[in-house]
């Protein structure tokens, strides 16, 4: 399972996925994902509060760091946005799915 991988450090030159395996990987995700023109991944998830959220936000912040892997992430009231790529390619790499994979199983297991 793919939340189960680690991210691998991400050499600059590298080329993002193709499509075929970036959608191999985005149909391993749960539902809720979108993916921008094969460039990177969004996801928001709801909360039933502001506390709540910011403690998801620092959940997958943790994550990210324990990765080596970091997203865009967006908190408001009751809500968490993420988005996913990788920066030294300009798109998406196998990294993004394993972190998008690893977000879910946090909030999950957040109760």
């Known amino acids: 399972m793919?939340?189960?991988e680690h991210c691998r450090p991400c050499k600059g030159g590298e080329p993002p996925l193709k499509e075929e395996v970036a959608k191999g990987f985005f149909d391993q995700l749960k539902?809720?994902?979108?993916m921008?023109?094969?460039?990177?991944l969004e996801k928001e998830y709801?909360?039933?509060?502001?506390?709540?959220?910011?403690?998801?936000?620092?959940?997958?912040g943790l994550i990210a760091?324990?990765?080596g892997h970091h997203p865009d992430i967006y908190l408001t009231w009751?809500?968490?946005?993420?988005v996913l790529f990788t920066h030294k390619i300009d798109?998406?790499?196998?990294?993004?799915?394993?972190?998008?994979?690893?977000?879910?199983?946090?909030?999950?297991?957040?109760?």
């Open 65 to 67: 760091e324990e990765e």
């Open 46 to 60: 709801s909360f039933p509060n502001f506390k709540e959220a910011l403690r998801f936000t620092r959940q997958i």
């Open 36 to 40: 921008e023109e094969n460039h990177h």
């Open 78 to 82: 009751g809500k968490v946005g993420v």
């Open 91 to 111: 798109g998406l790499s196998k990294n993004d799915f394993i972190l998008a994979a690893k977000f879910d199983l946090a909030y999950e297991t957040k109760n």
């Open 31 to 34: 539902p809720g994902w979108y």
């Open 2 to 4: 793919i939340e189960e």
